[in-house]
């Protein structure tokens, strides 16, 4: 069992928004702003989409947005496009002796 | 251009060893944090990280005793020897670039390799 939880998956049409949740604790999630989304095609690297909560990467969409509220993060995707269509994970800084964990994965769908 | 190659997997036999290598490139490689991921099947486990200078390191408490990270910064490489594998340490292991340039902090990944897989079989 993941240390962050995250929706197994959810789906959208093209143009609409998603969010994708990652529930932690406050030892991790809630206690600090080290929250990061990484996408993941098939059979591909993942690829860092928001780091430190809300910062992107350059190059990354401004379509994709981060924030946290207490022990859940979210990853917000507007404007779904057929491409975004992939896996999300989050991860986080945990005061726990396993100093970084990541959620189960989410798989958005694009309608 | 960043890139990072890793080598090294296979199968091996429970209670082998292997070493890992990831061959970096396109960045001042000494300035960064460097981690190793593993994912089997689906989901991201990290495993590692070491500092740029390489006089910090960090496990996850699965390897461990283990594993052992280390890295060559005059040749751009970064290792991971693993010892007493399991059949639960099959996976394909990722190397990745910590984003901060401080040589610190290894909580966010952007980039990373196109992975390797090592296979714990009898």
Redesign the interface.
């Known amino acids: 069992q993941s240390a962050l939880t995250q929706p197994a998956s959810v789906s959208g049409s093209p143009g609409q928004s998603i969010t994708i949740s990652c529930t932690g604790t406050s030892s991790d999630v809630g206690g600090y702003n080290y929250v990061s989304w990484y996408q993941q095609h098939p059979g591909k690297a993942p690829k860092l989409m928001i780091y430190d909560v809300s910062n992107r990467p350059s190059g990354v969409s401004n379509r994709f947005s981060g924030s946290k509220s207490g022990n859940t993060a979210s990853l917000t995707i507007s404007g779904l496009q057929a491409e975004d269509e992939a896996d999300y994970y989050c991860s986080s800084y945990t005061t726990s002796s396993t100093l970084v964990v990541f959620g189960g994965g989410t798989k958005l769908t694009v309608l | 251009e960043v890139q990072m190659v890793e080598s090294g997997g296979g199968l091996v036999q429970p209670g082998g060893s292997l070493r890992l290598s990831c061959a970096a490139s396109g960045f001042t490689f000494s300035s960064h944090a460097m ?1 190793w ?1 593993r994912q089997a099947p ?5 495993v590692s ?1 070491i500092s740029g200078s390489g006089g910090s390191t ?1 496990y ?3 390897v ?1 005793g283990r594993f052992t990270i280390s890295r060559d910064n005059s040749k751009n490489t970064l290792y991971l020897q693993m010892n007493s594998l399991r059949a639960e340490d099959t996976a394909v292991y ?1 190397c990745a670039k910590a ?1 901060d340039s401080s040589g610190y902090y ?5 980039y ?4 390797t897989l090592v296979t714990v079989s009898s």
């Open positions: 981690s991921v689906k989901g991201l486990e990290w990280a960090y996850a408490d699965s461990k990722y984003s290894f909580t966010s990944s952007d990373w390799g196109q992975g």
